[in-house]
């Protein structure tokens, strides 16, 4: 076909502009959408997604004067709101927000990360009566809504929590009231995240195959060597999927935070940013800077381990 | 994963030595996880019940009182309670829709070969990694009357009349349609995602035969695209529904209008006028919902693991 337009030479203009149409507006057999359509729907989509977040990252690059103008593209950039938002007391509560969020998130996930990788190797390579039952019951639980227990666990918080040994009435440890605690949001999102990262790491030991296994056995490992010498390090992709999602949603988590903190002793971002709608009305310069700020980590951190996140979105079952 | 059959159950109850051990093992390595469940999730969920109840009202100090299906009662004679049901369900119907169109359209795209990939399916994870709190502030300020994007585009689009400068969050139609909008943009990477997996999970050589029969890029979706797709379209709507449903933080940043969703409004009766015993009632409304929708949604699960 090509040889032949090639050897038509008085027609090849009229002829390449053909093909050239074809190819544009033309699938490929295998494809679904042709190339025209394509690359119109990808800067559509890239329009979609970007645009938002640049019009956010200028206006917190802009000058006060520039923002009321209603310019979406000002004409000096200036770093002023990111230096007044780290600036006198109102800076330190941000400072503060930040330094809570971030150590909410990091206990968070070890605490999830460290109890739960034990029950979702019990579930997922020991058979005992009764495991697919607790599989979905625990999956159930991870797609209830905070809306559901928040108010018996603010109860909960307000007076402290025990842990006893059941039906014996002996206590082993009692805490102090956690409201305003960075422990009692700790508590709470570990426990809204333990089952979601044990139903999501349960399906990642489920794919390691029961050869190494039981190769490990003949090699004279037990139960937990084998635990910690294959399936762990063989699923520390899955892991570090599980790990990223936990720390992202304890960032982003509001319910909880604004119900069980009032002082800025343990205010989150979230919270934080919350109460900026009120307290700094229309300076959006400053506003806008500091929810960059914030989104920054969270952004950053889901590109650079994007094909984790997407590896562990579609393993299923993650709520958000 | 595999049911335990009749007799793997008897077998470990049976008292064979590796078995039992490994009843133990399982045990012990479950028992942190079940203790913390059961005192932190399945206690309160339980105890938020059984003060569904009762009148229970921190404010005034009253004692605790059972008064049977009162609560439940009152709620839904309450105005704001209906309301609030309407606001929830318009909030997710929209979202949920226009989310499985647009992330339907995105997969598509992201699932053809071309130059440059990776980059566009990295930056579509932007959105959904952003806070929230800072979504909807994002939005807020897109929103604002006069000198806010969104006025701004449109009057130089012309497609608002020069003069004119409506301010978009005056009505509370106007806060839901456009929290939803903030939604959408949020969320809409997460459905791509979960179609895009589904897409890639089919064969490569899904419209082929389609070709040699002369279909159109419609009638390929429809009649391949689609029904090949439908399990993970319906995963992923029934995920976005128990998302949208419980919609809380993000309409705080455009109102303080609790009758704009369930959750809202429940949050509201628990945390600002302490009402515990109405706010549990208000509480177990949305988990009953939710947990039917659960019931399908693991239904669902099942099937399409004996389907594979």
Same mark, same amino acid.
């Given at each position: ?46 329009? $979609?997604?970007l645009a938002p977040v640049t019009y956010l990252l200028l206006s917190s690059l802009s000058p006060a004067s520039e923002l009321l103008s209603g310019r979406l593209i000002p004409a000096t950039l200036t770093l002023m709101n990111y230096v007044r938002l780290f600036q006198g007391p109102s800076g330190a509560e941000y400072v503060h927000a930040l330094r809570n969020s971030v150590a909410v998130s990091v206990w968070t996930t070890v605490f999830t990360i460290g109890i739960g990788i034990f029950a979702a190797y019990a579930l997922a390579k020991i058979k005992f009566p009764l495991r697919t039952t607790s599989l979905f019951a625990i999956l159930a639980m991870q ?36 409201? &305003? ?14 089952? $979601? ?56 988590? $509001? ?28 300076? #959006? ?33 993650? *709520?958000? | 994963?595999?049911?335990?059959? *009749? ?12 078995? /039992? *051990? ?8 479950? !028992? ?27 404010? &005034?100090?009253? &004692? ?5 299906? /009162?609560?439940? @009662?009152?709620?839904? +004679?309450?105005?704001?309670? #209906? ?7 318009? %909030? ?9 169109? !647009? +992330? %339907? ?14 980059? %566009? ?10 806070? @929230? ?5 994002? #939005?807020? #300020? ?20 020069? +003069?004119?400068?409506?301010? =978009? ?15 959408? =943009? ?35 979706? =429809? ?25 809380? &933080? ?23 006028? $302490? ?11 949305? @988990?009953i919902f939710i947990l039917i929708l659960i019931v399908i949604y693991i239904r669902m699960l099942k099937k399409n693991s004996e389907l594979e």
């Open positions: 076909m090509a040889n032949l337009l090639q050897t038509n030479a008085p027609a090849s203009s009229a002829g390449r502009k053909a093909r050239m149409t074809s190819k544009w507006f033309k699938a490929a057999s295998h494809e679904l959408i042709p190339p025209f359509y394509l690359w119109l729907g990808l800067i559509l989509l890239t329009l $979609f997604t797609l209830l809504p905070s809306i559901s227990i928040i108010v018996p666990m603010y109860i909960m918080m307000r007076e402290g929590i025990s842990i006893s040994i059941p039906f014996t009435g002996i206590v082993l440890y009692q805490s102090p009231p956690l409201l &305003d605690t960075i422990a009692g949001l700790v508590v709470a999102y570990t426990t809204f995240s333990l089952p $979601f990262a044990v139903w999501l790491m349960a399906g990642y030991f489920q794919t390691i195959s029961r050869e190494l296994e039981e190769a490990a056995y003949v090699d004279g490992c037990g139960r937990i060597g084998t635990m910690f010498r294959i399936i762990i390090p063989l699923s520390l992709p899955g892991i570090a999927a599980t790990a990223i999602f936990t720390l992202l949603s304890a960032w982003d988590e $509001f319910i909880f935070a604004s119900a069980f903190t009032q002082t800025f002793a343990a205010k989150t971002l979230p919270v934080a940013i919350r109460e900026f709608i009120g307290r700094h009305s229309i300076d #959006w310069g400053l506003m806008n800077a500091g929810g960059f700020v914030a989104s920054l980590p969270p952004v950053i951190l889901s590109l650079l381990l994007y094909r984790y996140i997407v590896g562990g979105l579609s393993a299923g079952g993650v *709520k958000e | 994963m595999g049911k335990p059959s *009749k007799a793997g159950i008897v077998s470990s109850l049976r008292l064979n030595p590796r078995g /039992r *051990k490994d009843l133990l093992l399982a045990v012990i390595l479950l !028992l942190p996880t079940v203790y913390i469940l059961a005192k932190t999730f399945i206690y309160p969920i339980v105890q938020s019940l059984i003060w569904s109840f009762y009148k229970y009202n921190l404010m &005034d100090g009253s &004692d605790i009182e059972f008064v049977g299906l /009162r609560n439940y @009662t009152q709620m839904f +004679g309450l105005h704001e309670f #209906w309301i609030s049901m309407r606001n929830t369900a318009f %909030f997710t119907v929209f979202t949920v829709g226009f989310e499985l169109l !647009l +992330g %339907f359209f995105s997969a598509l795209l992201l699932n053809q070969m071309f130059r440059g990939r990776l980059f %566009f399916r990295a930056i579509i994870i932007v959105p959904w990694a952003m806070l @929230t709190l800072v979504n909807g502030l994002m #939005w807020n #300020w897109i929103y604002q009357p006069g000198y806010g994007a969104m006025t701004v585009v449109l009057h130089k689009l012309h497609l608002l009349p020069a +003069g004119s400068n409506p301010v =978009w969050l005056s009505s509370s139609q106007g806060i839901m349609f456009f929290a939803s909008i903030a939604d959408i =943009w949020k969320m809409t990477p997460y459905m791509t995602l979960l179609l895009l997996a589904g897409l890639q999970s089919l064969p490569a050589s899904l419209y082929e035969a389609a070709v040699i029969d002369g279909a159109g890029f419609w009638k390929k979706i =429809w009649h391949i695209t689609v029904p090949q797709l439908m399990p993970a379209i319906i995963v992923a709507i029934v995920l976005r529904i128990l998302g949208a449903f419980r919609v809380y &933080d993000i309409l705080t940043v455009f109102t303080g209008d609790p009758t704009t969703s369930v959750s809202y409004l429940t949050y509201n009766y628990a945390f600002r006028y $302490f009402y515990l015993g109405r706010a549990s009632a208000m509480a177990w409304i949305s @988990t």
